[in-house]
């Protein structure tokens, strides 16, 4: 038995959900250039967990139910007042907050396809909640309801910053959750899938993928990103930063993907989206080191920017906090990961590679009186 360093290139599982075919990305076939460009997030919700595209009655009863079930239990409202929301990190208080809402949904150990289905809604439809409600208590606000006259975008919007937002972010921030929905089986999404083919339920399963996704090789690079143009200050050091972290082999974040060899497909629109915002928001500085730091890197390094580059300077520029940019990217990729979790439960089998032991070899026991 030989190991492959990170599954590097192994193929472990069928899906019909994504795929990243020659640095393409579709969902469920559509190229993801369409989607980002004319899709509601609630659209390819459907489209994940249905494998087609909704009629418009089938996305209004979509949207009905996800804003039916955005309330959280008072529960885990209250838990948020149980420890020091100053010094938390939002990934770890959404983790823990959704393995806290399994606690209160008594169907959650239920093994039945539309029980499962019906889950998958609550999540989906309280993550956002649980976001915007730590965001807010953590500063001495209430948690806001959502409205049921916006789409799920701009809800997520209004439930953080308690303002309807304008046209123009409502439109960027559709299409950021467009952009990360689901990408075939990336870390947390395996996670997922991992967790629940030993049957458990479906909290497990989402848990287990926050918890992945919060490291910094992944879902954690945004914030990253976002810490090092603030660190860069102005576009005159971008250059001089780059060039002094390459020297020193450290990595920069946002750039490199495991998958993708010529560009990761989404980039594109989040730059476009970030120099339209940051413009607009008197924010261009960010743009402008962005790009810098971009055109830097590579030269030097052959690894163009994947999608948490240019998300970080977008989500700045809608004016939300840095340590909120992983939590957003979970209240979107979350559609994937329960799209993958029914998926497995739909043709379940126990995930268990085997590991290539090069520990020592045969060892005679000494009993602990004797060992020196
Ligand atoms: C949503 C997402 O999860 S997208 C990814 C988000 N993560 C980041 O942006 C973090 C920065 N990027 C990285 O750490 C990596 O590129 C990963 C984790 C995304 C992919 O990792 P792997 O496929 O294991 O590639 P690995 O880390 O082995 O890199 C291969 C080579 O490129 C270099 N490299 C890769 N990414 C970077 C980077 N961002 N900065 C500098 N060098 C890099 C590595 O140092 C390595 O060089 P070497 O062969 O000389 O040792
Ligand atoms: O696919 C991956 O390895 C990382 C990921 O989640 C993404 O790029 O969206």
């Not at 909704?54 to 885990?76: H, I």
């Not at 860069?232 to 971008?238: E, F, H, N, R, W």
Request: charged share 25%; net charge negative.
């Amino acid at each position: 038995m030989t190991a492959t360093r990170g599954l590097e290139g192994i193929v472990a599982t069928t899906s019909s959900i994504s795929s990243i075919i020659d640095d393409t990305l579709t969902y469920v076939g559509y190229n993801i250039d369409d989607l980002a460009n004319n899709a509601s997030f609630e659209e390819v919700i459907y489209l994940l967990w249905h494998l087609k595209l909704p009629t418009a009655g089938e996305l209004e009863e979509l949207s009905n139910l996800l804003a039916e079930n955005a309330a959280l239990p008072p529960e885990v409202i209250e838990h948020f007042k149980m420890y020091n929301t100053k010094e938390v990190h939002p990934m770890a208080a959404l983790r823990t907050a959704v393995s806290m809402l399994g606690l209160y949904d008594d169907k959650a150990d239920v093994m039945d396809p539309q029980e499962n289905y019906m889950k998958a809604v609550r999540l989906q439809a309280k993550i956002p909640t649980i976001v915007t409600s730590f965001a807010r208590i953590r500063n001495g606000q209430e948690p806001i309801a959502p409205r049921k006259d916006l789409n799920f975008a701009a809800n997520f919007l209004y439930m953080l910053n308690g303002k309807t937002p304008e046209p123009v972010e409502i439109e960027a921030f559709n299409k950021a959750l467009v952009l990360h929905a689901d990408h075939e089986l990336n870390a947390s999404t395996f996670t997922a899938r991992v967790c629940v083919a030993t049957l458990s339920d479906v909290y497990s399963g989402v848990t287990a993928a926050i918890g992945a996704l919060k490291g910094p090789l992944h879902g954690g690079a945004n914030e990253q990103v976002m810490k090092m143009l603030t660190e860069i200050g102005s576009v005159d050091k971008a250059e001089e930063y780059v060039l002094d972290k390459l020297e020193k082999k450290e990595k920069i974040m946002g750039f490199g993907h495991r998958v993708y060899r010529q560009g990761d497909p989404r980039a594109k629109h989040l730059k476009e989206m970030s120099k339209r915002l940051t413009e607009l928001t008197g924010q261009g500085k960010y743009y402008e080191i962005s790009e810098k730091v971009d055109a830097t890197f590579t030269s030097k390094k052959d690894l163009p920017p994947n999608v948490d580059f240019y998300s970080a300077s977008v989500y700045h520029s809608l004016g939300i906090d840095h340590d909120l940019f992983t939590p957003i990217f979970a209240v979107s990729r979350v559609s994937g990961w329960l799209a993958h979790i029914l998926e497995q439960y739909s043709d379940n089998r126990l995930i268990r590679p085997r590991a290539d032991y090069i520990g020592p070899g045969k060892q005679e026991y000494v009993p602990v009186s004797e060992r020196g």
